[in-house]
Each structure stands twice: as structure tokens, then as C-alpha cells.
């Protein structure tokens, strides 16, 4: 039980040069979009600064509500996702991960009525003082409701990786 425990607590990223080279690479703007072709404005995708079990492995991991937005997180290389087979699947860790999503960068729901702080004021459905406040979310703050996806990603080129041997996708390689 520990080992399982150890791939899925994530530890702070710290001064970890593999983590801070990725940062640079990863938070770029991006053009991605949801339906078609300019339905959703430029982001930088935003890198988890917490790393689980050995952190060679890859994941795109965003809400149903900020869909086409997401988080970079460096998982276990153990780590399923779907069609893969033998470790822990993070479908099973997905609260989990949300969780630590919103304690690393905020959550954009009131905690009382669950209005989105993402939308204007004038919308929200509570007069609390979180909800009546000037504050909208801004990205990367996580909007949870609803649900969650994920995918393994690949490395960029910048990294030295090899093929990941029980799924998809590529592991950074060890030195």
C-alpha cells in the first residue's frame, strides 16, 4: 500500500531543473480549441508544480467547464490511462488530482453555492462574500463541476525519453 501511496501524493517540484525546463516549454500559448478554429482565445497550458511517484510520464489533465484549457502533470510512469495496463489508473485518482489542482492554484466555485467565479457578478446565484466580491477566476484557477479529462502526452523533443513499455505515449528517459 505504501508504494501506491508514494505514486499518487505529489511532492513539490522544488528546484527540480528537469521540472523548471519543462515549465519553460510547456506554459507556452496555445492554440487549441474546443470545436472549431477560433471558438476559443490563446492559453498557456499550465504545468503542476507537484510531482508524482518517479514523474516520467506525462498527462493532459482539464475540466469538462474550461475545456480545451489543461494542466501539465508529471505522473508515475506507472500510471494508466485507459488502454493502458498494469498500474494505477487515473481515472481512480482523478478527485485526487482535481484536489491538488485547486490547492496549487485556486479554486474558481464558491464554496457555499457553487457558482462559478469565472462568470460576472451579475450571474453568480449567491450574495455571499466570495460571490458579491469584485473577484473573477482567472485560468489557471480550476472549475471542477461536472467532471474532468485526461490523456498521456509525449515528452517535448527537448527532453531525452525512451518508449514506454506498457502503454502509449514516451517516458522521460533515466540518467
Known sequence: MTEIM???????????????A???????????Y????????PFKPALMP??????????SFGTINQRPRYWVIRG???????????????????DELLTDLEDQFGSGRCCYSGSSLFWPKRDRSCDCEECSDSLIAKWPMVDGCGGCHWSRMDWPKEFATVPNPVGHGNLLAIN
Open 6 to 20: 508514494d505514486r499518487i501524493e505529489g511532492r513539490a517540484a522544488g528546484d527540480d531543473p528537469v521540472h523548471a
Open 22 to 32: 519543462l515549465k519553460k516549454v510547456v506554459e507556452r500559448r496555445n492554440k487549441s
Open 34 to 41: 474546443l470545436w472549431v478554429p477560433g471558438d476559443t482565445p
Open 50 to 59: 507537484l510531482i508524482y511517484g518517479d514523474g516520467r510520464a506525462l498527462f
Open 76 to 94: 508515475d510512469s506507472r500510471w494508466e490511462c485507459g488502454i493502458d495496463v498494469g498500474g494505477v489508473d487515473i481515472a481512480e485518482i482523478s
